[in-house]
């Protein structure tokens, strides 16, 4: 997937510490080993991929192995509930579930660590967030986890921090989508001028949410549909939304707004 993905989990003082990195080491082999698995059969920059054997035409999706018709009817039923803003198909046809799949393999992982008795845990896969419990166990009042939302503007700078986890925060899950790190890779709906596809007007939305699929198939919604697609959104879904303008202005929902979100 051409992504950094790194697991910070809290460990304890003394006697325990031993067990804690031994549990550690097999939770980052688990979550390694998960994103391997989907990235050897979803990659399109893998020739060997059963993406791209679909691509290529070698492979028709009645052919295809169970997971990749379960993920496909998954975007098809995400592209009924976002009216259209969150597709499986390129501009040129082409099958693409990449913007499914990470927010799969993130999900994937995190259950992979709960089967292992890790609970405390934030795994992060290129800006894109998961956490479970919180950074201070062992605290009388756990904290949450706190995730920076970078400036699309200035990646030097956070326009803010999302708790995740603990209370007083319900979401799970930070996913952000855009342009400032990899350039216009997300095609827009219904935004055709005489001479192509317009700028979105959008150029990164963060969404949190309680799991990460909804979150990340909702970030990349609303900058490919905009803000028809934003509205419909926080109508629908119990999310909370951070979008940055083209022109550098933020809209964002009451829980982004909140002090405690600053």
Known sequence: MGTVVSLTVPVGPGEGLQADLARLEAATAAVEDQ???????????????????????????????????????????????????????????????????????????????????????????????????????????????????????????????????????PRLALATSGSAERGDHIWTVGLRGASGPRRPEFTQVSVAAQDIVTADVLATAIVAGGRPTLDAVTARWEVDVLAVADDGGLLATPGFRAPRAA
């Open 35 to 169: 994103f391997a698995a989907l990235d050897a059969q979803f990659s399109l920059y893998r020739p060997d991929s059963e993406a791209s054997r679909i691509a290529r035409g070698e492979l028709t999706l009645l052919q295809a192995s169970p997971l990749m018709r379960e993920l496909y009817a998954d975007a098809v039923r995400w592209r009924r509930r976002t009216e259209g803003a969150f597709t499986p198909e390129r501009p040129d046809g082409l099958l693409d579930l990449s913007g499914l799949v990470k927010g799969y393999a993130i999900a994937e992982a995190g259950r992979s660590l709960a089967a292992l008795g890790v609970h405390d845990w934030c795994l992060n896969a290129g800006g894109d967030v998961l956490v479970s419990g919180s950074p201070a166990p062992s605290s009388a009042e756990p904290s949450p986890w706190l995730a920076g939302i970078v400036d699309p503007a200035d990646r030097r700078t956070l326009l803010g921090a999302c708790p995740l986890g603990a209370r007083p925060s």
